[in-house]
């Protein structure tokens, strides 16, 4: 099992920037991948940007050049540093790992970002 926990949210203006936390309960090379999506308000939940044991990264067409997702393993965490933020930035930002050989995905609990315009 994983544990997951965001922090960094909260409220910007747009144009600015934020650093999103996820700490994770083991090593995060432990882990295949792990991503961060995003939910807005009546939206559906989207993949925002992932990483894979290898440092392979994806990104959502709407965040390419604004956000970047990396590690630091000494604290077993992946970040997500988004720069350039819009109003169509807000949203619960969840942080997601996908464990080989489990059959479920973990999830954290979110963190609530606003961008204000």
């Known amino acids: 099992q994983v544990q997951l926990v965001e922090s960094g949210g909260g409220l910007v203006q747009a144009g600015g920037s934020l650093r999103l936390s996820c700490a994770a309960s083991r090593s995060i090379f432990s882990i295949n991948t792990m991503a961060w999506y995003r939910q807005a308000p009546g939206k559906q939940r989207e993949l925002v940007a992932g990483i894979t044991t290898a440092g392979s990264t994806n990104y959502a067409d709407s965040v390419k050049g604004r956000f970047t997702i990396f590690r630091d393993k000494s604290k077993n965490t992946v970040l997500l540093q988004m720069n350039s933020l819009k109003p169509e930035d807000t949203a619960v930002y969840y942080c997601?790992?996908?464990?080989?050989?489990?059959?479920?995905?973990?999830w954290g609990k979110g963190t609530l970002v606003t961008v204000s315009s």
């Open positions: 997601k790992a996908e464990v080989a050989g489990d059959v479920m995905d973990y």
